[in-house]
């Protein structure tokens, strides 16, 4: 739940896609708003990236999706 109220949409507070790119010393969240449509990236430690990375999908619940739903 923490993840998700963290990386909310700026604009209208609503739930974000989110992608973690580059290596861990240097890796950022692209975040994508599907309700208003702003995108925003932000600079992630490598904990924060080794936390999304691994943590994988939430449900829009907060709640982490099982393996086998992740997209690929």
């Known amino acids: 739940m923490l993840v998700r109220a963290s990386l909310a949409c700026t604009s209208c507070l609503a739930d974000v896609e989110w992608e973690v790119r580059g290596v861990a010393e240097e890796a950022?969240?692209?975040?994508?708003?599907?309700?208003?449509g702003a995108q925003r990236d932000l600079i992630l430690s490598p904990?924060?990236?080794l936390r999304l990375r691994i943590g994988g999908r939430l449900a829009s619940d907060g709640w982490p999706l099982p393996p086998d739903v992740w997209p690929l």
Not at 28 to 36: K, N, T, V
């Open 28 to 36: 950022e969240a692209h975040c994508s708003c599907p309700a208003c």
């Open 47 to 49: 904990e924060q990236a």
